[in-house]
């Protein structure tokens, strides 16, 4: 398994932007599918973004499509959450996390992504 380290996350007003970043450990980055969950209070855990083991493929959900942008770097074993024009509503918990399954950025199924990293607060203030 991955070891995943997300930072970046705090306290921004409405419209702002803000980059989160996941670290991954092991030798074997590049072959795992990566992707971004949130959860914000009292809510289910949802999908946000994810890419595939080259970065030629990304997956957003309809709410933060044309707002945030995922990438990677493999040399550097990171993947990245640019996040622009925020809103309150994107406060959350921001999780990242490792699947082996090469099409899991596709269909975004928790239960695709064996590795989590422990989440990194995002707010959002009005």
């Known amino acids: 398994q991955v070891q995943l380290v997300e930072s970046g996350g705090g306290l921004v007003q409405a419209g702002d932007s803000l980059t989160l970043s996941c670290a991954a450990s092991g030798r074997t980055f590049n072959s795992y599918t990566m992707g971004w969950f949130r959860q914000a209070p009292g809510k289910e855990r949802e999908a946000v973004a994810s890419i595939n083991w080259s970065g030629g493929s990304t997956y957003y959900a309809e709410s933060v499509k044309g707002r945030f942008t995922i990438s990677r770097d493999n040399a550097k074993n990171t993947v990245y959450l640019q996040m622009n024009s925020l809103k309150p509503e994107d406060t959350a918990v921001y999780y990242c996390?490792?699947?082996?399954?090469?099409?899991?950025?596709?269909?975004?199924?928790?239960?695709?992504?064996?590795?989590w990293g422990q989440g990194t607060q995002v707010t959002v203030s009005s």
């Open positions: 996390a490792a699947s082996r399954n090469t099409v899991a950025h596709l269909l975004m199924r928790l239960g695709d992504f064996g590795s």
